[in-house]
């Protein structure tokens, strides 16, 4: 059971756009900054966004990530088919003295 | 370019012990934590650790007492020695880099291509 709370699964058709909600406390989520990852099948883990809200280089604009209170979410607009893939979130948690991941939210382009 | 190369899984029993590697180039490897992330078959993601860059720890409560984690300057390479395997460690196991460089509560980037530890008799 993850700390941080995510939805097992999103969908929308090519174009659309897809939220991804992540939930969690003021241990995490509420006193620290979220950072997102994208997970292809049978690949490692990348940096999709970090510190809430900002992109690495490479990283579409499309996406996006957002914060407020004790949650985080992001954002895929114009979805196209090379966003099918696991979405991860992650942050500090203060109580725990470690990271905590969201439990994965797996995109579907229909 | 920035790599990390873990290795050293594979198939092992029940209480015996295994030593990984992450092998680091591309960037000064003592400026930086590094962090293992473990993923179960068809699971989600797991924090297992870090070091950090001049040697502090921290661990995942499930791990403590079990698995350590140290590094090796003069060869840019990190290790996560773990001891009494039990099924449940079955995982890929990644290593990261954490940033911002010098800090250890920040974003991974990039990470390993994983190593397989199986853990069956």
């Given at each position: 059971?993850?700390?941080?709370?995510?939805?097992?699964?999103?969908?929308?058709?090519?174009?659309?756009?897809?939220?991804?909600?992540?939930?969690?406390?003021?241990?995490?989520?509420?006193?620290?900054?979220?950072?997102?990852?994208?997970?292809?099948?049978?690949?490692?883990?990348?940096?999709?966004?970090?510190?809430?809200?900002?992109?690495?280089?490479?990283?579409?604009?499309?996406?996006?990530?957002?914060?407020?209170?004790?949650?985080?979410?992001?954002?895929?607009?114009?979805l196209q088919s090379e966003d099918?893939?696991?979405?991860?979130?992650?942050?500090?948690?203060?109580?725990?003295?470690?990271?905590?991941?969201?439990?994965?939210?797996?995109?579907?382009?229909? | 370019?920035?790599?990390?190369?873990?290795?050293?899984?594979?198939?092992?029993?029940?209480?015996?012990?295994?030593?990984?590697?992450?092998?680091?180039?591309?960037?000064?490897?003592?400026?930086?934590?590094?962090?293992?992330?473990?993923?179960?078959?068809?699971?989600?993601?797991?924090?297992?650790?870090?070091?950090?860059?001049?040697?502090?720890?921290?661990?995942?409560?499930?791990?403590?007492?079990?698995?350590?984690?140290?590094?090796?300057?003069?060869?840019?390479?990190?290790?996560?020695?773990?001891?009494?395997?039990?099924?449940?460690?079955?995982?890929?196991?990644?290593?990261?880099?954490?940033?911002?460089?010098?800090?250890?509560?920040?974003?991974?980037?990039?990470?390993?291509?994983?190593?397989?530890?199986?853990?069956?008799?």
């Amino acid at each position: 059971q993850s700390v941080l709370t995510q939805p097992p699964s999103a969908s929308g058709t090519p174009g659309q756009r897809v939220t991804i909600s992540c939930s969690g406390g003021r241990s995490n989520i509420g006193t620290n900054t979220v950072d997102w990852y994208k997970q292809l099948p049978g690949t490692a883990p990348k940096l999709l966004i970090y510190s809430n809200i900002h992109r690495p280089s490479g990283v579409p604009d499309r996406f996006s990530g957002s914060k407020s209170a004790t949650s985080a979410s992001l954002a895929i607009s114009g979805l196209q088919s090379e966003d099918e893939a696991d979405y991860y979130c992650a942050a500090w948690d203060d109580t725990l003295n470690g990271f905590v991941f969201g439990s994965g939210t797996k995109v579907t382009v229909l | 370019q920035v790599q990390l190369v873990e290795s050293g899984g594979g198939v092992v029993q029940p209480g015996t012990s295994l030593r990984l590697s992450c092998a680091a180039s591309g960037f000064i490897f003592n400026n930086y934590a590094i962090h293992w992330v473990r993923q179960a078959p068809g699971k989600g993601l797991e924090w297992v650790g870090l070091i950090s860059h001049d040697g502090r720890k921290k661990y995942v409560d499930s791990v403590k007492g079990r698995f350590t984690i140290s590094r090796d300057n003069s060869k840019n390479t990190l290790f996560l020695q773990i001891s009494g395997l039990r099924v449940e460690d079955t995982a890929v196991y990644y290593c990261a880099r954490a940033l911002p460089r010098m800090t250890t509560v920040g974003w991974f980037d990039p990470w390993g291509q994983g190593t397989l530890v199986t853990v069956s008799s």
